[in-house]
């Protein structure tokens, strides 16, 4: 018998694949009927939508989504490890998708991204390193941006949506954070 013969479904086989397939389908169906009034609301409601706002944030999310895959291809160059942006890009996106989509979704994803630099030659600790890494880069970023925020006198994120920031202080020698801010001082709450 040779190899091409050994490929052909087997009777019993193409049998199974039907059955899931039949049960795919009846699945999707109870899911649609399910969620049918929902879905049909949110279609009703995208003429309601800022499409400027929708491009923006699409354009934000891929914009981040290409940083982190620069970083972690960065990081894998130190260790020589040597992979292209559409590699990493690749990795970046379907591990996020398993994050956001899929129960138990954030271990998937790593174990995804840790196997996928495993295939691409980083020893295990460099794979290791390469997540963690990436993982507190961006985090030691958020931190410094929140770090500065506060450093500049706003005491809370409400304080960022007033128009403080762009109000001169009522006289020079007076702290930001002395003003009146939504009606109250901000003295007030210490």
């Known amino acids: ?19 899931i397939g039949g049960l795919l389908v009846v699945v999707l169906a109870v899911e649609i009927v399910l969620i049918w009034p ?4 949110s279609v009703q409601n995208l ?9 923006a944030a699409v354009t934000a999310s891929l914009a981040s989504m290409s940083s982190f895959a620069r ?14 942006q559409r590699q990493s890009l690749a990795v970046t996106f379907a591990s996020n998708s398993m994050s956001v989509t899929l129960p138990g979704g954030p271990v998937l994803a790593t174990t995804f ?14 794979a290791t390193w390469q997540l963690v890494m990436a993982g507190a880069l961006p985090r030691t970023g958020l931190v410094t941006i929140q770090q ?6 706003w005491r809370n994120p409400r304080d960022l949506s007033t128009n403080h920031l762009v109000t001169a202080p009522s006289s020079p020698k007076q702290p930001p954070d002395s003003r009146t801010v939504t009606g109250t001082s901000s003295e007030a709450g210490r």
Do not use: F, K, N
């Open 148 to 153: 500065g925020i506060h450093g500049r006198g």
């Open 113 to 126: 991204r840790y196997r996928q630099t495993r295939l691409w030659g980083a020893s295990p600790v460099v």
């Open 38 to 41: 929902d879905l049909s609301e």
């Open 1 to 19: 018998m040779t190899d091409a013969q050994d490929t052909r479904p087997t009777p019993r086989r193409r049998r199974v694949e039907w059955v």
């Open 47 to 55: 003429g309601d939508l800022q499409w400027g706002w929708v491009a």
């Open 71 to 84: 970083v972690q291809r960065c990081l894998l160059g130190v260790a020589d490890v040597h992979i292209r």
